[in-house]
C-alpha cells in the first residue's frame, strides 16, 4: 500500500500546558495528551480527537494553531 500523498498544507495545532490539573480526571486528559510538566509544548495535526481533548482542558492550555 502507497502512502498518501500530501497535496495541501496540513493545520497543526501547538499546545501548552500553562496551569496544573487539578482533579484526577483533568490529569488523565492531560497525561494522555503528553503534558507532563508545566510550560511543556506538542504539536498535533487537527483532528477531532485531539480538538475534543484541548476543550475538556481549555482552561489549562495556550493553544496556537499553525500550518506546517
Not at 499546545?15 to 508545566?38: F, H, Q, S, Y
Not at 509544548?41 to 492550555?61: A, Q, S, W
Request: with cysteine; hydrophobic share 30%.
Amino acid at each position: 500500500m502507497t502512502p498518501r500523498k500530501k497535496t495541501q498544507k496540513e493545520k497543526g495545532l501547538t499546545v501548552t500546558l500553562v496551569k496544573r490539573p487539578g482533579t484526577e480526571k483533568l490529569r488523565v486528559i492531560t497525561w494522555a495528551m503528553g503534558l507532563r510538566k508545566l510550560n511543556r509544548t506538542r504539536t498535533y495535526n487537527d483532528c477531532p480527537e485531539i480538538r475534543g481533548m484541548i476543550f475538556k482542558v481549555k482552561h489549562l492550555l495556550k493553544v496556537e494553531e499553525s500550518g506546517e
